[in-house]
């Protein structure tokens, strides 16, 4: 939505909702280059919020079986440099290596687990 942070205004805050509502569905989830992005937007930054309602199986580009939940990870990890805080709400986590994928994230990262059901 933007290249840097912005305050959370109530202007910003209905332009990004207005934003999501115009996004579609790809069909696929990419965990690990979201978070990199979040990551990187601004190294002052020591939390981000994931909210996720997919297993990892998007890496580049669109479609399925782009990368592993251990490839996702390792992205994540290593763009961390600033040691942020990543909480994780895991949206009705439907497999154990799903569940485990998120609550390591959360983990490695000194952040929150929980689960959204």
């Given at each position: 939505w933007k290249p840097k942070l912005v305050d959370a205004t109530s202007s910003n805050k209905s332009a990004a909702a207005g934003y999501v509502g115009g996004l579609s569905v790809q069909g696929?989830?990419?965990t690990g280059p979201a978070v990199k992005k979040a990551l990187q937007i601004?190294?002052?930054?020591?939390?981000?919020?994931?909210?996720?309602?997919?297993?990892?199986?998007?890496?580049?580009?669109?479609?399925?079986?782009?990368g592993s939940t251990s490839s996702h990870l390792n992205m994540i990890i290593s763009s961390n440099t600033?040691?942020?805080?990543?909480?994780?709400?895991?949206?009705?986590?439907?497999?154990s290596s799903y569940k485990q994928?998120?609550?390591?994230?959360?983990?490695?990262?000194?952040?929150?687990?929980?689960?959204?059901?």
């Open positions: 696929a989830t990419g601004d190294r002052k930054n020591m939390l981000v919020v994931l909210l996720t309602d997919g297993a990892p199986n998007c890496l580049t580009g669109g479609g399925y079986s782009y600033q040691k942020a805080k990543i909480d994780v709400f895991a949206i009705q986590p439907y497999s994928f998120c609550q390591d994230i959360a983990q490695k990262s000194g952040g929150k687990y929980k689960e959204v059901n």
